[in-house]
């Protein structure tokens, strides 16, 4: 089968062996759409040590379940599928507390540290947990970023402790920015700020209706903008979607005292936390690699029209053309902002 494989090096577009099944809880996937994620470019940009040479990349997809292991019961040969972006067993103490990012057994495996879904096939580890049946009215196009970026936006304004009226400010205003703007709207923040230096990205929230408020902090002092817009309190909530070289800064300046401030973005280089100068601010701060353990409620959200995310498909292209893909991704061309590879 056709696959891209980075080499540690670069990617390519190459020959691989088809997947079989290892063991009894695995998957073998046909995938039908993937996408590119930004984590997919730290990989590249060698800023995932964990990262294992000559894998398959990608870890987000949809696709048809093909052949299933002997103890797999809750699906069949068939199943349209959403496949979760974090491998989990679902019975060690983590995953028994939700905290399935670190499942004593699993973690971001995909495309990380064992073959991904950028190929024609995937084979899926303890598939019970890491594939979700997509409903029938749901699309592959509908249900793409369910398992990653969906998934991280969720979890982002979860981890925030939302209440309903609460103006969050949303630092980033990319596809996991977007996301968490489209689910702060689903705890019922009151205003939702979106925080961003791109202005076409700006504008998509705005257009979507994503967002009450814009702002660039390379045009306007955004701590006093914040200002004006809570009683000079600062931002119920901020989440950092951003993972920018001072965005962690604006973060803890524009957030309330006493608020959350979750970090969703995966940063490149470590972070200040000048404790002194936020003494008596008496802040929260959530770290976060996404516990995805809400596809079964994002879907159902989907399929009832609560929730969509088809807007943050820019492009689509087909797998032979997946290196240009990759090129245009990492240089944001033409107003890039997430794409879908089709198989
Ligand atoms: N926690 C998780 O499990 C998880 C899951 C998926 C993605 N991520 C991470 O979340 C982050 C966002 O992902 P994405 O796909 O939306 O990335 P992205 O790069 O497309 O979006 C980041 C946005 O931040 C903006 N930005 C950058 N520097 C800025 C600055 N100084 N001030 C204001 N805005 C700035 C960019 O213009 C861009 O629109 C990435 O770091 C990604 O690796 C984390
Ligand atoms: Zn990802
Ligand atoms: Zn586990």
Known sequence: MKAL????????????????IENSRDAIVKVCLSSICTSDLHIINGYVP?????????????????????????????????????????????CKQGYINNCENGGW????????????????????KGLTKIPDNVSFRNALFVGDILSSGYFGAELCEIKSGDTIA?????????????????FNAGGIIAIDIDEARLNIAKIHGLADYVFNPNKCDIENEIKKLTFSRGADAV?????????????????????????????????????????????IFKTGGVDAIHSKELLEMISAGKLNTDFLISSEYPFSKILNAYKDFDTKANGCLKFAISY
């Open 239 to 283: 989440i950092e979607a951003a993972g920018g070289d001072n965005t962690f800064e604006i973060a803890w300046k524009i957030a309330r005292a006493n608020s959350i401030i979750a970090l969703v973005a995966m940063y490149e280089k470590a972070q200040i936390l000048p404790l002194p100068v936020m003494y008596g601010k008496n802040l």
């Open 50 to 94: 964990k990262a294992c040479k000559n894998i398959i990349l990608g870890h987000e997809f949809v696709g048809e379940v093909i052949e299933l292991g002997d103890s797999v019961s809750d699906l069949k040969i068939g199943d349209r599928v959403s496949a979760n972006c974090e491998t989990f067993c679902g019975e060690c103490y983590f």
């Open 5 to 20: 494989v980075w080499d540690g090096n670069d990617i390519i577009l190459t020959e691989r062996p088809r997947p079989k």
């Open 109 to 128: 495996k995909l495309g990380c540290t064992i073959d991904g879904c950028q190929a024609e096939y995937v084979r899926v580890p303890f598939a019970d």
């Open 170 to 186: 949303v630092i980033g205003a990319g596809p996991v920015g977007l996301c968490v703007m489209a689910s702060a709207k689903i």
